[in-house]
């Protein structure tokens, strides 16, 4: 059972930047950190949770979605099992609720969410 704690977000004004880390505990030696895909979605009222950018920390490839291409980075520290989300150039539509997501084979995993609001 792994357990996500996200933190970082908050108000910032649009055209700023805004980091969200969120650290993981409970690898064990059998899936430790290099066998999962982390990841952070983000969710809207009304609209469903959708997934903004990942890692595949087996090859360490990246993916992200194309409103944030350019603007986002994601990264990972396997040493303290902790993930990031460096978010520049703000825009009010990045306004929602954020969430790390940890995946496996067979497991997955949420954080709790953290609001981040953009104003114009």
């Known amino acids: 059972q792994l357990q996500l704690v996200e933190s970082g977000g908050g108000l910032v004004q649009a055209g700023g930047s805004m980091r969200l880390s969120c650290a993981v505990s409970?690898?064990?030696?059998?899936?430790?950190?290099?066998?999962?895909?982390i990841g952070w979605f983000r969710q809207t009222p009304g609209k469903e949770r959708e997934g903004i950018a990942c890692?595949?920390?087996?090859?360490?490839?990246?993916y992200y979605e194309n409103s944030v291409k350019g603007r986002f980075t994601i990264s990972g520290d396997g040493a303290n099992n902790t993930m990031f989300m460096q978010m520049n150039k703000l825009e009010p539509e990045d306004t929602a609720v954020y969430y790390c997501h940890v995946r496996s084979y067979d497991s997955t995993y949420w954080g709790q969410g953290t609001q981040v609001t953009v104003s114009s």
């Open positions: 890692i595949n920390n087996g090859d360490s490839s990246k």
């Open positions: 409970g690898f064990n030696s059998e899936l430790p950190w290099n066998s999962w895909v």
